[in-house]
C-alpha cells in the first residue's frame, strides 16, 4: 500500500467531513442538561456509563443540585447515593462535588471558559473541558473519546493511540469550525455504524474514503490462506506420521 502523503489525507478528510455532514445533519449531544454546568456534572458521571443512564440519574440530581453552589453544600452521602446507578459512584461523586466546589470557590460559580481552568477541575480531564468548550460555549474542540479514537483510525485518519496526539492530528486535518460537529458526528457513527466489534462497512456513509473495508478483507484471506497453509501441513504431517506408523 502506498503511503498516503499529508496533502492527500487532508484532502480525503475534508471529504469525510462533508459526508458525515451530510449524513448527519442534526447530531447533538444526547446527555441531559440546561446550563454549561450540568453539562460538566452530566459528561464526568458519562464516564463507563450510557448517555440514557446519566440522563435517568441527572433528572433527580439536577432537580435537587443544579447549581454549583447546592452542589457544593449537598451531603455527600446523598450524592453518593445520587450518582451510583452511574458506576464508579464514590470517585464521580467525590469528582462532581469537587468540581462544584472549585467552581464556587475560584470561578465566582462560573465554569470556566478555557481548557486551561477547565483541566484544573477536580475530576475533569482534557475530553470532558473539550466537551463543555465545544457544546457549551461555542469554542471549536475535537473531545477525543473511545469513538473518535477508533473511528479515526479505521478511517486512516490519526496513527497515534494517545488522545492527546490524536486531537494534534486531527486539527491538523479537519477545518476548526467543524472541530466540534465532527466530533459529535464520529461519535454518533461510532455508536450506530461504526460499532467496535462489527463495523457496518456495507452501509456505512464514509465507506468509499475508508481503507479499513479492504485491509479487514485482505486479513481475512491472510487468515484463510494461513489456516488453508496450516490444515495442509497437518494433514501431510499426520501423513508422514501414518506412515512412519505403519513402517515401524
Ligand atoms: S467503512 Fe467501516 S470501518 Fe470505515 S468508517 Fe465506515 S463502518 Fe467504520
Known sequence: MPVESLAARRRRAARIVEAFARAYPDVRIELRHRTPFQLLVATILSAQCTDKKVNEVTRELFRRYGTPRRLAEADPAEIEALVRPTGFYRQKARAIQGAARAIVERFGGRVPRTLEELVTLPGVARKTAN??????????????????????????????????????????????????????????????????????CESCPVAELCPWPARARRGRAGRTGSARGRTAGTTTRRRRGAAGAVAR
Open 131 to 200: 466537551v463543555v468548550l465545544g457544546t457549551a460555549f461555542g469554542v471549536p474542540a475535537l473531545a477525543v473519546d473511545t469513538h473518535m479514537k477508533r473511528v479515526n483510525q479505521r478511517l486512516g485518519l490519526v496513527r497515534s493511540k494517545d488522545p492527546l496526539k490524536i486531537e494534534r492530528e486531527l486539527q491538523g486535518l479537519v477545518p476548526p469550525d467543524q472541530w466540534t460537529a465532527y466530533t459529535l458526528r464520529v461519535i454518533h457513527h461510532g455508536r450506530v455504524c461504526c460499532t467496535a466489534r462489527r463495523p457496518r
